[in-house]
């Protein structure tokens, strides 16, 4: 049997984040289902308001059902839509644009952009820093980026990987059936953005890593309070899920 391709890969895993939500409950924008952490999106978007003029032109990656979309498109921005699934986008009056985030993607609008939104996206993917490089073509100086990702450093990712060497939304069944496939600390992330031509302007932390720990066994539940308690991060690094607004310079 031939072995997959890398594109077929990214394909496959893609997919089976599409579909493996079926069947369950979805908090939702005006009906479309939001495939994100509580909060993320409502807090995103209050980070892009608070540093975008109204009518910027804005580039959302990973853009699912379109709730954050059309979210962005209510508050005035000027949005255009990009996904590996172009079926699964509803909002008939926002642009999309389907694209291969493994990619050489940028090539796709030379005109630019003064946003970009990547939302639970850059864990997906095989080389987040060319990525990020990509990103910050398609930006002017002063433009900015809104990313989020799950945060491995929060102290529930930090009992589970005492307890089993995996991380918290990085374990076995993520990578099968969410597609998780690059887990990337805060620092790291950091690091990557500032090489790639970023200023982090804003963070924060979303959502409570504690939220779901019971699936995890009674040893990271045991666990997790006492990293929480001498937890030496800054509080915008202890959620679930770090987001972080990164200007281009």
Do not use: C
């Not at 908090?27 to 999106?41: S, V």
């Not at 959302?60 to 709730?67: D, K, L, P, R, V």
């Not at 102290?155 to 887990?183: C, K, M, N």
Request: no cysteine; glycine share 8%; net charge neutral.
């Amino acid at each position: 049997m031939p072995t997959p391709s890398a594109a077929d890969q990214a394909s496959a895993r893609a997919e089976n984040f599409r579909t493996g939500f079926a069947g369950q409950s979805m908090r939702e924008y005006k009906g479309l289902p939001i495939y994100a952490a509580p909060g993320l999106h409502e807090a995103a978007a209050d980070l892009l308001v608070g540093a975008a003029n109204a009518g910027a032109r804005v580039l959302e990656f990973g853009a699912g059902s379109g709730a954050m979309s059309l979210r962005l498109t209510d508050l005035g921005f000027q949005v255009t839509a990009s996904d590996l699934f172009p079926e699964s986008f509803k909002p008939a009056d926002v642009p999309f644009v389907a694209a291969d985030l493994n990619g050489a993607f940028a090539a796709q609008w030379p005109q630019g952009f003064d946003a970009v939104m990547a939302l639970e996206i850059v864990e997906h993917l095989e080389n987040p820093r060319e990525v990020l490089r990509q990103i910050r073509a398609l930006l002017p100086v002063g433009g900015q980026l809104v990313l989020s990702t799950p945060n491995i450093a929060n102290p529930v990712s930090q009992a589970l990987f005492l307890r089993t060497g995996q991380f918290q939304w990085f374990r076995d069944i993520d990578y099968r059936e969410q597609g998780h496939i690059t887990p990337l600390s805060p620092w790291v992330l950091e690091k990557a953005l500032q090489e790639a031509g970023f200023t982090i302007r804003a963070e924060r932390a979303v959502s409570s890593p504690f939220r779901r720990i019971r699936r995890l066994g009674w040893a990271v539940r045991l666990l997790a309070p006492w990293f929480a308690l001498f937890n030496g991060l800054p509080r915008a690094r202890r959620g679930e899920v770090w987001l972080v607004r990164a200007e281009a310079v």
